[in-house]
């Protein structure tokens, strides 16, 4: 069964009673600082990975803590972002979303550390 056409549903064309939906477009300095924040995710979690291949089972203890130094960098640079587009917009969300994924990076980091060193106290 199908509807018929519709009958009275108002004036088309440029007559609308609804004005047209206006989308919201960010302005330039969201859009440079959301690169910025995408610069900083990719220090975090690409450039140890180019330091300290993710395949390594032993790898060397300096090597591993100068890659969790970009992830600590990157994380850092996350905060920071967020931290400045919350002042700027004053949006709660901005800071919890920038805030919170930089915080799970770095604890990816933490992770990462203990797995590629392993050991610790009591193990041989």
């Given at each position: 069964m199908t509807a018929g056409p519709a009958h009275d549903v108002g004036?088309?064309?440029d007559d609308r009673a609804q004005a047209p939906i206006r989308w919201?477009?960010?302005d330039r300095g969201s859009v440079v600082l959301g690169a910025i924040w995408?610069?900083?995710?990719?220090?975090a979690l690409v450039v140890?990975?180019?330091?300290v291949p993710p395949s390594a089972t032993n790898p060397n203890v300096g090597r591993t803590w100068f890659a969790f130094l970009f992830t600590v960098i990157g994380a850092g640079i996350?905060?920071?972002?967020s931290l400045v587009q919350f002042r700027r917009k004053r949006?709660?969300?901005?800071?919890?979303?920038?805030?919170?994924s930089a915080i799970a990076v770095f604890l990816g980091g933490i992770i990462l550390v203990a797995t590629k060193l392993g050991g610790g106290y009591g193990q041989s």
């Amino acid at each position: 069964m199908t509807a018929g056409p519709a009958h009275d549903v108002g004036p088309t064309g440029d007559d609308r009673a609804q004005a047209p939906i206006r989308w919201p477009r960010p302005d330039r300095g969201s859009v440079v600082l959301g690169a910025i924040w995408v610069v900083g995710l990719l220090i975090a979690l690409v450039v140890p990975a180019l330091i300290v291949p993710p395949s390594a089972t032993n790898p060397n203890v300096g090597r591993t803590w100068f890659a969790f130094l970009f992830t600590v960098i990157g994380a850092g640079i996350m905060i920071g972002v967020s931290l400045v587009q919350f002042r700027r917009k004053r949006d709660g969300s901005i800071l919890t979303l920038g805030t919170v994924s930089a915080i799970a990076v770095f604890l990816g980091g933490i992770i990462l550390v203990a797995t590629k060193l392993g050991g610790g106290y009591g193990q041989s």
